[in-house]
């Protein structure tokens, strides 16, 4: 998002629509899910890292977003210590699924996704 001249916020990229039509993680398995998680100053625009989809892209000024790098997805085992040092997360929350609680969230709770702020 980005402040308009009037103080109105303005969308920027719509990373989760990349995500959707270009599915950079597909040839390891991975889902079409867009959580933009951080962002950076790069040559061209903003690198966006996007932990759902497993990727880094890069948005530039005029809006355009393109594949900067795809990350295989990888899985992760957690002994019962380490998860209990996590606070007592369940395997699957410690590996970053949304926990049990947000199931049945409807979407006009959800918060929004997939939003680039700058």
Do not use: C, Q
């Amino acid at each position: 998002m980005k402040a308009a001249a009037d103080g109105t916020l303005e969308p920027v990229a719509d990373v989760a629509a990349f995500e959707t039509e270009d599915d950079p993680d597909a040839a390891w398995g991975g889902s079409v899910d867009s959580n933009p998680y951080g962002i950076a100053v790069a040559d061209g625009g903003i690198a966006v890292a996007d932990a759902d989809s497993n990727d880094v892209l890069l948005v530039g000024d005029d809006g355009s977003v393109a594949l900067i790098a795809a990350i295989p997805f990888t899985t992760h085992e957690f002994s019962a210590a380490a998860l209990e040092a996590m606070g007592g997360l369940s395997e699957g929350e410690a590996a970053g699924e949304a926990p049990a609680d947000d199931e049945g969230m409807a979407d006009s709770e959800a918060p929004p996704r997939a939003m680039l702020i700058r």
